[in-house]
């Protein structure tokens, strides 16, 4: 009975993750065949826009339409849904840009004709799954805080006792090796980052309101988390930080008139959180392209008929699950891994000046 | 002769852009697999040699490998931008 319910678990799950894509695959008759642009379906499911779209029954989109908040110079603030962006192309002398440098965002005219961007702080779909994200992350882990403030030395179990073994497992095997004894100080920014990353990309992997959103794969997000760095690290540098920098223990001639090691290290101060948001940035975008990509392959091969489309539906939905549990593998490994070089680096710029020991004759 | 190839090549250079690109990318993809071949070739040997360390050979490999992809996703990202 054990083997037949392990068996029983694992069709359950297989179906599961596969009915994302099962559900993609609907009878299509010949008058309702359209060229689909893959290359369009994936850039738009992966940019940020207006209004949620969830999906499209017979006619009709379902989308959740999102708020618009604009501040343009010339006819002050406007708040209204996006909603109003279906009826019509253009509200109050807003529209969206169809192409050009602001393709998908909002502009307006100004007097010479020119297309411009207002001030524009919409609650867009990444703005929104962010949000979000937050709310649910903060209400995760004030629960387990209040589990912990009410019986401190009790073991934990379920959901809290999972809490705890991500966290003790960034905690010891990350924060306190890296950074050293003053660890405690940047533990909660660290945790914070890593949980942050983490259920973003966690969320961005469920294919449904209200995941779904390309929140770690927006290169604006991830350049805030590599700034969030940048400003710890050179704020709660050493003097002996700084003074590696630009006066390192290196012989003279690469120092004094050219400044090469000082102009490297510089350099260095600001490529390396830059690889952090590229890093990440890369990653997850990557992820959600191949995902996309492969359940497309459903719909390119429609037109080759009935049996070439099964076959190729099959194969989707195999290569899809693969490539969803990579992705869940890819969610953690990347949040660890950005935690681990953030911890690295404020350990780096916390550096004590090393004494030379002095050789006695 | 050698002039019409060279007008030739000059007015399909958005082509030759777009070549460049996907080339640039498939090399990024065959570097990234190298390295990350090699990082793994070299934990599978480690772990061989001393089967109790294999816990944290497996989480340097992890870390070693995600370094060595984030260098080949630049490659990627920059050549996605030419496309």
Redesign the interface.
Known sequence: MNSLRKILSLIAIFVFLSGTVVLANEPVSAEKSKEINVKELILEHLADSYTWHITKIGETDIAIPLPVIVYSQTSGWHVFLSSAFHESAEYDGLSIAAEGKYKGKIVEKDAQGNEVRPFDISITKVVFSLLFNSLLLIIIIMGVARSYKKDTFESKKGFVGFMEMFIMNINDDVIKPCIGKDYRRFAPYLLTVFFFVFINNLMGLIPIFPGGANVTGNIAITFVLALCTFVIVNIFGTKEYFKEIFWPDVPLWLKVPIPLMPAIELVGVFTKPFALMIRLFANILAGHSIVLGLTCLVFVTVSLGQAMNTSMTVVSVIFTVFINLVELLVAYIQAYVFTMLSAVFIGLARVEPHHTKEVKE | MLLTILLQAAAGAAGLAKLGAGLGAGLAAIGAGLGIGRIGGSAMDGIARQPEAGSDIR?SM??AA??V??AA??A??VCGFIL
């Open positions: 989480m992890i870390i995600a370094l992809e984030g996703l630049f990627i990202v």
